[in-house]
């Protein structure tokens, strides 16, 4: 099968933006290369956080070096109820349990790889302190709205994690302003990448105290600012097109990811590089967005000669498309297989790690999905 890059390359019709996130970036690593040599500016993190509270209408927010995560469930209880769809990355469901949370694990839909409401809905009812949304792939829930009405409903926190949807939107809203709390990660292959990291936001002020005290608290990076500057410098000359193509950094970005490992263990501060790269690209943030839009559809078009399905979101929700999924009938694995350039399998945003005794043969349709979500790049 012909290497998907150059059938992307050959498309007519293209050429006004294909690779229009890669060039968004080149300006991104001039920034960089000044702030290895100068350092970044002192007022950086401060910027970014009144940058992200005004643009998401939000009563304050605050930055962490890793794992921001974790800095969002300090504020439930130590023993309280979380509801979540299965569809949640590895460390996820770590920082559940370091919290001590007890989860209340619930099924997918297809059509937007969101949490099954019918579930959601009984879970609720049970009781709960939060529930936890993810727009998995920056793909928001076909039922946002009544979700969000349903949390406020029960009087749960809608903590809305928002760490693949920058640049996306539901009924002409930004993603990030329908939770209680809101989750930002800024970690690589994300919408806003800075190696490692994220915000935290809150809608109401009385929660503003406990965060403010948890960043003023958390302890330094584990690696120096220069080294998180030379880490990003390498991830994205590894990536510049046509140099090597779009490819899956975990395979083929090594420098990196060997040398800077960024665990997800806990909240640290964050460097003002760190910050001042985030804010540079938030800034076109929705230009991210537009481009991985375009991308999709040539997906779609190139998926569609084989009869490959995405999914649906309702005509309301503009996605971020982190990446552009599809379901492919198992009968089409070789095809995928036999590509030069292989797509990321679904493990890679969805790798569950449930508790012991828990599988995902209790999930029919996130089992479903997880044996036949292909993921296409749409950063490029």
């Known amino acids: 099968m012909a290497s998907w890059l150059n059938i992307l390359l050959n498309r007519d019709g293209i050429a006004g933006y294909k690779f229009g996130t890669m060039n968004l970036h080149a300006d991104d690593l001039n920034l960089a290369r000044q702030m290895l040599a100068d350092g970044g500016p002192p007022e950086a993190v401060a910027d970014l956080e009144k940058r992200i509270t005004t643009d998401l209408q939000l009563a304050a927010c605050f930055a962490f070096g890793r794992d921001a995560l974790s800095a969002a469930l300090a504020l439930l209880p130590p023993a309280g109820v979380i509801v979540s769809p299965i569809f949640v990355d590895r460390a996820t469901a770590s920082a559940f349990a370091r919290r001590g949370l007890n989860v209340k694990w619930v099924d997918v839909e297809t059509a937007s790889l969101g949490p099954d409401f019918d579930a959601l809905k009984q879970a609720l009812s049970e009781g709960a302190d939060a529930v936890f949304l993810p727009h998995f792939l920056g793909i928001p829930s076909n039922h946002l709205q009544d979700i969000v009405a349903l949390c406020q409903a029960h009087n749960v ?192 945003y969805a790798d569950t790690g449930l508790p012991d005794g828990i599988t995902e043969d209790t999930f029919p349709v996130a089992a479903h999905l997880r044996d036949q979500l292909v993921l296409f790049p749409t950063e490029m």
């Not at 140099?243 to 003002?272: A, C, H, Q």
Request: aromatic share 12%.
């Open 157 to 348: 926190l809608l903590i809305e994690d928002n760490r693949q949807g920058l640049g996306g939107f539901f009924e002409n809203k930004p993603l990030g302003r329908f939770g209680d709390i809101v989750l930002l990660g800024f970690n690589c292959m994300m919408p806003v990448n800075i190696m490692q990291g994220g915000v935290v936001g809150v809608r109401d002020t009385h929660r503003v105290a406990p965060l403010r005290d948890l960043q003023r608290q958390a302890p330094p990076p584990d690696f120096s600012e220069t080294g998180i500057l030379q880490a990003w410098i390498a991830f994205y000359q590894d990536r510049k097109i046509p140099d090597k193509g779009i490819l899956d950094v975990k395979r083929d970005n090594r420098y990196w990811e060997t040398r800077y490992s960024f665990i997800e263990s806990g909240p640290v501060t964050m460097y003002p590089a760190q910050a001042a790269l985030a804010l540079r690209q938030w800034s076109h943030v929705e230009q991210y967005g537009y481009y991985r839009q375009r991308h999709l559809r040539l997906w779609q078009d190139y998926a569609s000669e084989y009869g490959w399905q995405t999914v649906q979101p309702v005509p309301q929700s503009s996605p971020a498309w982190l990446r552009a999924p599809f379901l492919i009938p198992n009968k089409d694995a070789p095809k995928i297989a036999a590509m030069p350039e292989r797509p990321e399998i679904s493990h890679w």
